[in-house]
């Protein structure tokens, strides 16, 4: 998988602080000035106030702009941030939770194609890329490894139930797309790239250079291989899918 991914967290951890900042700044600012507005003494008399009427005037529309924003921050809060904010939760939890159930398929799909047996517990295990590249880099024979064995035993219908898993985590990746602004453009463009390797995968077959395109692309999933940087050590799709 030709991707490169790495995310500025630290751009967007500092522009959504600088706006949340910004917001509630602007929040006590209106609140100091309405209560200073609508709280000063009168420093003259009732006599004098036709004569300060533009200084009494100034006051109220101090007075009436603080009231206005303060109004405005909760409508904002309750009708667009905390919305937003929930939806996104769910969006990230629902797309996290497809990714893990995309994996799973694809090792049981990767045991049909070695004719093994396995049990949840070494399936949860090979989640660890660690522990994956060293499960499938064992000799299971004097000139293979597993992962070779794999490669040899994936016939047509095999490759298709692969390329049906790659459809759903495309459809996944796609929803998310759809219902959420991804304001980090590190993680909108690697959204968008995986998109297009997936839908480009989508015609694989048993045939040697298919199977050799899904051998490196599934590789690069389950190790966190990078043609850039080698064994990574890193989840890039988890990663991305956090960043979201």
Known sequence: MKVRFQPNRFTKMFRHKVL?????????????LMLKSSSDPMPFSMDAVGLLSPFLHGKEIIFNLSVGIIVSLFIYVLIVWIPEQSKRKRVRRNLALQYGLFKEECLSIFFSALQESYDLELLHRLKDQTFFREYFKEKVSPDQVRWDAVLNGLD?????????????????VHYALTVIDVDDPDVFSFLKR????????????SEYDDVKQLSGFMWSVHTGWSVIDGYTKKDIIAEMIEAI
Do not use: Q
């Open 20 to 32: 949340s900042f910004g917001l509630w700044v602007l929040f006590l600012v209106s609140a100091m």
């Open 194 to 205: 995986l998109t297009r390797i997936l839908y480009r995968n989508r015609n694989w077959s």
């Open 156 to 172: 047509d219908h095999l490759v298709k139930m692969l390329v049906v898993e790659l459809e759903i985590l495309m459809t996944e």
